[in-house]
């Protein structure tokens, strides 16, 4: 304050009365006591609040406060008591109504006398920690009247008999309940949760466990499974109409431990109608329903992946072990992709796509496809007929989509390797009878397998398709410079094959025909004038001839023949009847694919251009060829080449895993070598698990072999063992 | 003429000061009151000068919660009554 000398200050009395009467506060509170009264009373607009307020001011500033307080705090008790008495005597329904109803009143009446009190509340109930004029009044409410015994068990027996009417199916005042549970929380979180939440949860934990024992006696799965849906949805809309919204995780809680969680395995074992027959039947909104109701449960959903993935492998392990698919590999494998088909589709529309089911699913398949020793090669020959003849005419979209699943497929492989055998050898055949469908689809499939095992994994193949199109060039070569010179002779095509490519072929015996010999004389010189100091060997048991025929009554035919077949039938050009053993000695073909080569040739119906004494279907030493005159198809061109690529016989599988092994002793040493190089010393276990984490893009070694392989190189000098401890080793440099 | 949305706080000598409603509403007191209903609040203990001076100053205070900041001035004899009211009146 700035001291103005100007006008001296005058300091008034204070225009407020001052206190003489001693009775002073009595009055003052007999004032207010009265006001109270007719508050409770609704007779409120009567008062001037000014006043009251002005006397309220009064009393606290002279230090009535005191007074005032216990004063309000015994008035209001009073008031509440008798409000608490009437709300007593209500009869049965209308119990809650007339609650709810003075509740409001009394929110109402409290307002008022806070606003009256006000200047207490701002100013003595802070200096003396006393309760303000607002919260006194919910506890006093609190204590006089929700907790008066005879009315805290009956409003909790009431609200919860309308939560039960309401779950069989009645309908109950909602406005009314909710008014009441804000009550509840208004008075407190702990008066809510104690006085009703609690037993409301207790009570609904007995309803639905009672309720879901009924229900498992009586529906199947599915049909649980609904009805659980349909409670769960109920107790979620009740909270939103008229509980607290933190009771909705509470109640959500309880239904899921009772209706589901107690139930969990009986529910997935159910017979008929369990998670097992939902797989097969594709059920997929029940098993979509299963999935959201058992994901709020723990260890739900790992139950089900659990049944699952146990079923998964025991259907493959089935399929793998069933004779009669493995007969036919090709049928096998779309049974498999028809399988992966299957979960795939139940996985995204019913599990939401969920990656734990995934990978469950993934981990199956590589377990029960490696069961089988044989999948490497069955695969391949599934790729195989697919590109011969399964994707003519298919849309390059579709054959992508084929060619894709069959890399799934080929990624749970464990023996990688064997498949790359199996596929060189098909591809082989495929580029050599030029029986490819597409060689687009070839090229993308060289592509998949890059970039999923490696340059490594396909510069062979790739190899293998270079030799092709540089066999053409050299052709076209080869008939420019020679063309004249053949004038009538054979027409010959040849494809020079880089033996590193190429799947190795022991060389057989064969003796060409004279007429051959000449061509391929002049082929020879011409290719060896153009690269020098390579050498070529002819590999008759791959190559095919079109030989023109004439028949017993002028019928002019063209046959499509293995080489083999083709030296066989040039023989009878110069004779009629031919024993077997002549035919052998001319030309020298080996014994087990003469015999085959003479079976497609005699034995098979509608492609007998040979007559065979006697006529039996398999190939004897003592056996008589004669050339069949009568022979006859409705084709000109007839095919009697040998057959597309088949499954194995047992011994042949047998020599391919043979080899298979053989070549991955020197791939289990490199690995072995490349770790101790580097790590210098290492005990056993660790180098047979390094050398297993290297390797197992290819195959899965055997710690057998790992250990063989270990000797042979201490042998060798590569690594020692250490003096002191038998398991360590060291790298030697 | 009353306008709506006015009421009118009548000092201890009976001196009536018309102002509106939001101004009054400053005072949490007057606000709460259920005189607001009818329009009007009598102080019988308030003196006119001082009531006046109350009004100006709710008046000032919507002023500067708007954002014009001024100067509200007081002349010093009144500053002692005038401690008085604001801490009747919750101002």
């Known amino acids: ?733 | 003429m009353k306008r709506k949305d006015t009421v009118k706080l009548i000092s201890a000598e009976e001196m009536e000061f018309i102002i509106d409603k939001d101004a009054a509403m400053v005072s949490q007191t007057i606000g709460g009151f259920a005189e607001m209903e009818l329009g009007e609040v009598t102080f019988p203990e308030i003196s006119a000068v001082i009531l006046e001076k109350i009004c100006q100053y709710f008046y000032w205070a919507l002023q500067y919660s708007r954002g014009k900041e001024t100067e509200f001035h007081i002349e010093p004899e009144l500053t002692l009554e005038l401690m008085m009211a604001p801490n009747y009146l919750h101002t």
């Open chain 1, 1 to 733: 304050m700035s001291a103005q000398k100007k006008k001296a200050f005058q300091i008034e009395a204070f225009k407020h009365r001052v206190v003489v009467d001693p009775k002073y506060a009595e009055k003052t509170w007999k004032i207010l006591e009265h006001a109270i009264h007719e508050i409770y009373n609704h007779n409120a607009s009567g008062l001037s609040f000014e006043e009251l307020y002005r006397n309220a001011y009064n009393m606290v500033l002279h230090k009535f406060g005191e007074k005032l307080y216990s004063g309000l705090v015994t008035t209001m008790t009073s008031h509440l008591k008798e409000i608490s008495n009437s709300i007593e005597a209500a009869q049965g329904g209308l119990f809650l109504d007339e609650l709810n109803r003075k509740w409001a009143e009394h929110n109402k009446a409290l307002q008022m006398i806070r606003d009256i009190l006000m200047y207490m509340d701002r100013t003595f109930i802070p200096n003396t920690h006393k309760t303000p004029v607002h919260e006194l009044g919910l506890n006093l409410w609190r204590d006089v009247v929700i907790h008066f015994h005879a009315i805290q068990s009956r409003l909790q027996a009431i609200l919860l008999e309308n939560v039960r009417r309401e779950r069989s199916g009645e309908v109950i005042d909602r406005g009314l309940m909710r008014s009441i549970t804000k009550m509840l929380m208004d008075l407190g979180p702990s008066v809510y949760q104690d006085d009703f939440e609690k037993h409301f949860l207790e009570v609904s934990a007995d309803f639905y466990r009672l309720e879901s024992q009924e229900f498992i006696e009586s529906c199947d799965c599915g049909e649980y499974l609904k009805k659980a849906e349909r409670r769960l949805n109920e107790e979620i809309e009740r909270v939103s109409h008229y509980l607290d919204t933190r009771s909705e995780v509470k109640i959500t809680n309880v239904v899921e431990t009772e209706m589901i969680e107690s139930h969990m395995h009986r529910l997935v074992q159910m017979e008929n109608s369990g998670l097992i027959n939902m797989i097969v039947d594709e059920k997929f909104e029940d098993l979509g329903r299963m999935y959201c109701l058992f994901r709020q449960v723990s260890n739900g959903l790992v139950l089900i992946r659990d049944v699952m993935t146990s079923f998964i492998r025991d259907t493959g392990k089935q399929l793998i072990t069933d004779p009669e698919r493995l007969k036919d590999p090709v049928d096998f494998v779309q049974h498999l992709l028809d399988l992966k088909d299957k979960y795939d589709k139940i996985i995204t529309s019913a599990f939401r796509n969920d990656k734990t089911f995934q990978n469950a699913l993934n981990s199956s398949f590589e377990y029960f496809i490696n069961l089988n020793s044989r999948s490497p090669e069955f695969i391949s020959l599934f790729v195989d007929d697919k590109l011969r003849k399964g994707l003519r005419g298919v849309t390059e979209e579709d054959v992508e989509l084929v060619l894709d699943k069959v890399m799934m497929l080929f990624r749970y492989l464990q023996e990688k390797d064997v498949f790359e055998k199996y596929y060189k050898q098909h591809l082989a055949k495929r580029l050599l009878s030029g029986k490819s469908v597409s060689d687009d689809a070839e090229r993308s499939l060289i592509v998949k397998l890059k970039t999923e095992c490696g340059y490594q994994f396909t510069s062979k193949l790739e190899g293998m398709f270079t030799d092709m199109k540089t066999s053409q060039d050299t052709m076209q070569g080869f008939h420019a410079s020679h063309g004249s010179d053949i004038g009538d002779g054979p027409m010959l095509s040849v494809q020079v094959l880089t033996t590193g490519s190429w799947p190795t072929q022991p060389i057989t015996t064969c003796n060409l025909p004279a007429e051959i010999l000449g061509i391929c004389e002049k082929f020879r010189n011409y290719y060896l004038g153009t690269h020098t100091g390579r050498r070529l060997s002819w590999q008759t048991n791959m190559g095919t001839a079109d030989l023109k025929a004439t028949f017993g009554k002028g019928q002019k035919h063209e046959l499509n023949v293995s080489t083999y077949q083709m030296c066989v039938l040039m023989l009878f050009n110069d004779a009629d009847r031919l024993s077997y053993k002549e035919i052998e000695q001319v030309t020298e073909i080996p014994t087990s694919d003469l015999k085959r080569c003479l079976q497609s040739l005699a034995c098979v119906k509608g492609k007998n251009v040979l007559r065979k004494e006697p006529m039996s279907k398999d190939i004897a030493d003592t056996d008589t060829f004669l050339f069949n005159d009568k022979y006859t198809s409705k084709f000109f061109k007839v095919k009697i080449g040998t057959v597309a690529a088949q499954r194995e016989s047992e011994p042949e599988n047998q020599e391919t895993r043979q080899r298979v092994e053989e070549d991955r002793k020197p791939q289990i040493e490199a690995a072995i070598v490349r770790i101790m190089k580097a790590r210098r010393v290492l005990d056993h276990n660790n180098i047979v698990a390094e050398v297993t984490k290297q390797l197992q893009s290819r195959f899965l070694p055997n710690p057998v072999v790992i250990k063989k392989r270990i000797e042979s190189l201490i042998e060798r000098e590569f690594l020692e063992r250490d003096k002191g401890d038998r398991k360590l080793y060291r790298y030697l440099a």
